[in-house]
């Protein structure tokens, strides 16, 4: 497809906007395909009303009900599935059991508490703000050193992937070698010393979990080998892809790939040094994703009124971006300092009927100002 241009139009994205004016990006196939910036004399998201279903909706997870250890569906689609889980300090070690997803691979964001985790592979030690990454009918046990809540991603298309680098180079984004890989001689010894004996386990299949039981430990893997095992990324072992001149789109900030999904993180980083650059995120229509943000730390600076524990919906159909006082905020500030988990999906999110009772019914409203 040709590039064209009519009226007065910037010459580089993200930059050198007209004053009093605002800019909108939109593009296909996840800011990756065909893509356009219109210059607008208002802000793209200025809408007095909406009625219908589609709108920017924001959820507050920690309104879930503290006793609950149970997982919360939240958001789903034919390839992907998005939960909250909280699970009490562990107190009762051989109540514990082996859990086997037969659905899919699982992330396990830890957005709270730490602990470890067994594995046929050997020990994980999770820890708040770190990614668990279980593939699919791996066996797994948690035991909770503390009250612990994980935001967690299941992929029913497919196994998880590491994005793309190109000429970044093999060690950008995160290096390999600082993922935390499961450690079988440590979890031996943790057996012996927690005198751990699990002889059950539980399997997802199809929504419905089948027990399995057995007369000795189902831990009894004394080596392996190969390139398929859980693994722990640290969110703080991220390395922002940036420029220090202007902005670039959430796609640099892929963490994940799924077929027809990805995860990404956002870090706090250094703001765009040019005077001429916009320093906060575009208004933009990601038009073939719907897009959700949990908020996991920090100061989201974007947007009002927000906390950690919230979860953010941006179905594709209508532009979004930062707030009319992110503008002026921004102004102050030589550097983001947020920490959260996105998912972009291919195909639209359909929302848990339990829900709804942790939704900020206004959040539409929020862009009037």
């Known amino acids: 497809m040709h590039h064209y241009s009519q009226g007065k139009v910037h010459s580089q994205a993200h930059k050198g906007i007209k004053e009093d004016c605002y800019e909108e990006e939109q593009g296909r196939d996840g800011f990756y395909g065909p893509v356009s910036h219109l210059v607008k004399k208002a802000p793209s998201p200025r809408w007095k009303n909406i009625t219908g279903s589609l709108k920017p909706r924001m959820y507050n997870l920690n309104q879930l009900p503290q006793s609950s250890s149970s997982w919360q569906k939240l958001l789903y689609n034919a390839f992907v599935e998005i939960y909250y889980l909280r699970q009490k300090k562990s107190q009762n070690l051989k109540t514990i059991k082996g859990f086997r997803n037969a659905n899919g691979d699982l992330i396990y964001f830890c957005h709270k508490g730490k602990g470890e985790i067994f594995t046929e592979y050997g020990l994980l030690s999770f820890y708040k703000g770190c990614y668990i990454v279980i593939p699919k009918c791996l066996v797994h046990s948690f035991i909770f050193q503390e009250d612990s809540e994980f935001f967690v991603i299941e992929s029913l298309s497919g ?54 039981s057995y007369d000795s430990d189902i831990y009894d893997v004394v080596g392996w080998k190969g390139n398929l095992f859980p693994f722990i990324l640290d969110i703080k072992n991220i390395m922002p892809v940036m420029s220090h001149r202007a902005h670039l789109p959430p796609s640099v900030h892929t963490t994940f790939l799924a077929p027809e999904f990805v995860v990404c993180s956002f870090v706090p980083r250094p703001l765009e040094s040019d005077s001429d650059s916009l320093k906060i995120p575009f208004y933009h229509q990601n038009i073939d994703y719907d897009e959700v943000l949990f908020y996991h730390a920090g100061d989201f600076f974007s947007r009002d009124n927000l906390e950690s524990g919230m979860m953010s919906l941006h179905p594709c159909g209508f532009p979004h971006g930062p707030h009319p006082k992110a503008f002026q905020s921004v102004k102050e500030k030589t550097k983001t300092d947020e920490y959260a988990v996105m998912v972009d999906s291919r195909h639209p999110f359909k929302t848990d009927e339990n829900l709804s009772s942790m939704e900020l019914k206004d959040y539409w409203k929020s862009w009037q100002g």
């Open 159 to 212: 196994y998880f992937k590491e994005p793309e680098r190109g000429m970044l180079g093999k060690h950008a984004v995160y290096d390999i070698q600082g993922l935390q890989k499961p450690n079988l001689s440590l979890q031996q010894q943790r057996q012996k010393e927690l005198s751990l004996n699990i002889r059950e386990m539980d399997v997802k299949k199809a929504g419905e979990i089948t027990t399995f």
